[in-house]
Every structure is written in structure tokens, then in C-alpha cells.
T-cell receptor, first 112, second 112 residues
């Protein structure tokens, strides 16, 4: 699986868009980009995933660059409840066990 | 309705004891997982299990064993507890073939 690199921490003002970057320069053609988050003292929560097209759901948008070497998770209007650790995970659709491998993630602090 | 539930939420026990953590999912998923989050907040896969296949992370001691009475339940049994087993244990479920997983609230295990 491709390795991912994320900044260790970021701040965002409440109500503004939070843009969380992820670098996955060694990603291969079959690998999807998944985003999860973990709010303090809770289990991880699935947010969104994509292969090469941009994706949007009720929680966030995922922008993947054309070369697929990086992506950005966008929370359009961050609230205090979005304060969490955000994990970018790259996995092959044919990997078999479908286990998730979590890195250190980005700790997002939404500031009032 | 809670999608993935775990009991107990907190578990304090002494070294050498045997304990179990229960997990139930009502999402109709065919695969369940156990993850361990240590004091440094690293989240690591321990097991993935469906009715056909158990995949064990090679770093997991054989004192840990998953037990599945049916497709909706995957319990974690731990023998001869050690201080280093203290962590938060998360159960998750998903559909085989997909990395979208749903996590329980976690069980904080403290071994004294």
C-alpha cells in the first residue's frame, strides 16, 4: 500500500472551510484514498473515499489531483464538533483482508 | 439504534486475569474487526473475521482470541492479561470488499 504523509496539526476558524492535505506520491492505479476521523474518546468515523474523481457527500468533499499523488479533504463550514484527528488512508481495492492501516493523521483544531 | 456496540465501556482488571469484550453490529455486515489503540494513540488492526476467514495480525499474541457466535457478534477474549495490554480496543464492521468500516465506541482496558 502507498504511504501517506499528512501535517501533524492544523487550525481552522469556526465557520471557515478546513482543507486537510494528504500526500500519497507512490499511489498505484488500483488504490483508493479513504478519509476517516476520530473525535476525542470516540471510535474512528468513515468520511469519504475516492479513486480519481472528486467526491462529495454530506460530510465533506474530496479533491484528488489529476496525477493522484495528493488529495485534499475539505470540510466546507467547520464547526467545533469537527475538532478531531483526520486520517488519510490509501488501500488497494483487491487487498484481500480489507484491514485499515492508520497513520498518525492530522489533528484539526477548530477555533471559535 | 447503535450500529456497532461494545461492552463493557471500561474494564479494570489485574494482571493474570482472563477477560472478554463483546461486540455486536446490526448493520448486516459480513466482516468484523478488532483494533487496538495504545497510549500513544496509534490505531492498529488485530483481527479481521468473517464466516469464512480469520486473518490475524502477526504481532498479536496468541493470548488474544476472537470468538464469533454468529455473523453479528465478534467477541475478544484475552488470557493472562499483562500490563502492556492496557489500551482502548475498538470493534468495527464492514462489508467484505470495501474499506468503509463502522466503529464501536471502544472499550478502555486497564490492567493493574
Amino acid at each position: 500500500d502507498a504511504k501517506t504523509t499528512q501535517p501533524p496539526s492544523m487550525d481552522c476558524a469556526e465557520g471557515r472551510a478546513a482543507n486537510l492535505p494528504c500526500n500519497h506520491s507512490t499511489i498505484s492505479g488500483n488504490e483508493y484514498v479513504y478519509w476517516y476521523r476520530q473525535i476525542h474518546s470516540q471510535g474512528p468515523q468513515y468520511i469519504i473515499h475516492g479513486l480519481k474523481n472528486n467526491e462529495t457527500n454530506e460530510m465533506a468533499s474530496l479533491i484528488i489531483t489529476e496525477d493522484r499523488k495528493s488529495s485534499t479533504l475539505i470540510l466546507p463550514h467547520a464547526t467545533l464538533r469537527d475538532t478531531a484527528v483526520y486520517y488519510c488512508i490509501v488501500r488497494d481495492s483487491g487487498a484481500g483482508s480489507y484491514q485499515l492501516t492508520f497513520g498518525k493523521g492530522t489533528k484539526l483544531s477548530v477555533i471559535p | 439504534d447503535t450500529a456497532v456496540s461494545q461492552t463493557p465501556k471500561y474494564l479494570v482488571t489485574q494482571m493474570g486475569n482472563d477477560k472478554s469484550i463483546k461486540c455486536e453490529q446490526n448493520l448486516g455486515h459480513d466482516t468484523m474487526y478488532w483494533y487496538k489503540q495504545d497510549s500513544k494513540k496509534f490505531l492498529k488492526i488485530m483481527f479481521s473475521y468473517n464466516n469464512k476467514e480469520l486473518i490475524i495480525n502477526e504481532t498479536v499474541p496468541n493470548r488474544f482470541s476472537p470468538k464469533s457466535p454468529d455473523k453479528a457478534h465478534l467477541n475478544l477474549h484475552i488470557n493472562s492479561l499483562e500490563l502492556g495490554d492496557s489500551a482502548v480496543y475498538f470493534c468495527a464492521s464492514g462489508q467484505r470488499g470495501y474499506y468503509e468500516q463502522y466503529f464501536g465506541p471502544g472499550t478502555r482496558l486497564t490492567v493493574t
